[in-house]
């Protein structure tokens, strides 16, 4: 009966979809709780690869329910395109999704006002994916957004989209000199997404906390990671929503006493993509040879994503936020054929040791990172299932980051497919 978060424990795209993907086998419900489809998480089954956005990982089980839940930001175009593509390739989408009517709904202007923030930001742009993300979690705090339960009211969605036309459109003439948005033309366009949504928007509240009550087994999907969280990441270089697990209680409607456990995803090495501090980033071979290897490209946008060492001082960092009970290691086998390897251990900033992370944005942007080296192994780890049979210096590596975290690692992730991982502990 456990209720599980899976959140990232790094920047995102730790591997967090084909951990949940695993897991959903002994799961009943999938949900995701934040985020939208800036989102992407990969799942590899046999040879075919799924990418993901705004529909939970676990939908490739189809006796699996699967949850938009309240805290996610639904583009309605994006999200039907999502559902034909998977319906085109055999999986089935139907009364398994369900969104909550209380999802906020992510506009055209949302999207423009995206990009247009992003120009005038300059040099010192965020590096957003572009899909809208920050202006409709605005809009949601600025209590002026739409939601998903709001395309069943016609008219009622007319007068609030005419209301948020008029500042929006003034921001466009005036400020961004850009072409206005016509009310109709949005109204028509969601009124069609209603047509063909309307089956699964569902108050998902009741169903998560009945199957709570029903001693189901639960999977709270987070995307992002726990550095890019709006309050406890690298501000501002973070998204727009709570990707912590405490992000699951608030973004499902489920109390914090029903949490039975959190799960931290941590790749191997650490990547980013987008702009803002990253303390142990390559810019060397090392850091392209991890690039190329570990098909380091966003699985949204294919931006080459940035990569570095392991950093335990954001790892005790999101562990501490998280709370985590366990942790997955992922993508061991991009780092085979390693002569040695780093694990960032503290910062020095102007004679100053930082053993936790330091909130300042400066201090992140400008530190050294002092690292431990631990010694590489040359064999391949690619596809091994038993502990027992990694190189003695993969297991140490693992022990080594069990041993600073001072957090049970329950699995370890050898390679993209499904069955290519070490569990070390079953979570159901
Ligand atoms: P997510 O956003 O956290 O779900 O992660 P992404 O899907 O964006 O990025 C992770 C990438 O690594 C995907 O291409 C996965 O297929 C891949 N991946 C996950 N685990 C492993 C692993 O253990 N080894 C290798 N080689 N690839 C992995
Ligand atoms: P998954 O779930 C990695 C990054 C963007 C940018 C910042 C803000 O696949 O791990 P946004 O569009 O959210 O306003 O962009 O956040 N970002 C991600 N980076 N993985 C993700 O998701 C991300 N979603 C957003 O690159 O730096
Ligand atoms: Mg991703």
């Not at 591997?15 to 799942?43: C, P, S």
């Not at 001693?215 to 501002?236: F, I, M, R, S, W």
């Not at 990694?390 to 390679?415: C, N």
């Not at 993209?416 to 979570?427: F, G």
């Amino acid at each position: 009966m456990p209720t599980l978060v899976i959140v990232g424990a790094q920047w995102g795209d730790e591997g967090k979809g084909k951990i949940v993907d695993v897991l959903t086998e002994k799961a009943d419900i999938v949900a995701r709780y934040q985020g939208g489809h800036n989102a992407g998480h990969t799942v590899v089954i046999n040879n075919s690869k799924f990418v993901l956005h705004l529909i939970p990982s676990g939908i490739l089980h189809k006796n699996t329910v699967c949850i938009i839940g309240n805290g996610v930001v639904v583009e309605p175009n994006a999200l039907i395109k999502e559902i034909t593509d998977l319906k085109k390739r055999g999986i089935k989408v139907s009364d398994n999704l369900l969104i909550s009517k209380n999802a906020h709904l992510i506009m055209p202007y949302h999207i423009a006002l995206d990009s247009a923030s992003e120009k005038t930001r300059g040099k010192k742009r965020i590096g957003t994916t572009g899909r809208g993300i920050g202006p409709t979690y605005v809009d949601k705090m600025a209590r002026t957004g739409l939601r998903v339960g709001d395309l069943l009211t016609p008219e009622a969605f007319r007068g609030k989209l005419a209301t948020n036309l008029k500042n929006v459109n003034f921001l466009m003439k005036n400020l961004y000199k850009a072409p206005a948005f016509s009310a109709k033309k949005i109204f028509d366009e969601y009124m069609e997404y209603a047509r063909i949504l309307r089956k699964h928007i569902a108050d998902t509240d009741v169903i998560v906390n009945e199957a709570i009550e029903k001693k189901q087994n639960l999977l709270l999907e987070g995307a992002q990671g726990t550095l890019l969280d709006v309050d406890h990441g690298t501000y501002p270089f973070v998204t727009s929503s709570s990707s912590i697990a405490g992000g699951a209680c608030t973004g499902l409607g489920i109390g914090p006493t029903r949490i039975t456990g959190v799960i931290g995803i941590v790749k191997a090495y650490t990547t980013r993509v987008g702009s803002g501090p990253f303390p142990t980033e390559l810019h060397d071979a090392t850091g392209e040879k991890m690039r190329e290897k570990g098909g380091e490209f966003g699985a949204t946008t294919g931006r080459p994503r940035r990569c570095g060492w392991l950093d335990t001082v954001i790892l005790k960092h999101s562990a501490a936020i998280n709370g985590f009970s366990g942790i997955v290691i992922t993508k061991l086998d991009i780092l085979d054929g390693l002569d040695t390897i780093k694990i960032c251990t503290s910062y020095r900033y102007k004679g100053k040791t930082y053993k936790d992370m330091p909130k300042d944005i400066e201090v992140l942007e400008n530190c050294t990172p002092v690292y431990e080296e631990v010694g590489g192994w040359q064999e391949s780890t690619e596809g091994i299932t038993e502990f027992g049979k990694l190189p003695k210096q993969a297991q140490a590596y693992i022990r080594k980051i069990e041993e600073l975290l001072g957090i049970k690692i329950v699995i370890v992730s050898t390679g993209q497919r499904r069955d290519e991982l070490i569990m070390l502990q079953e979570q159901f």
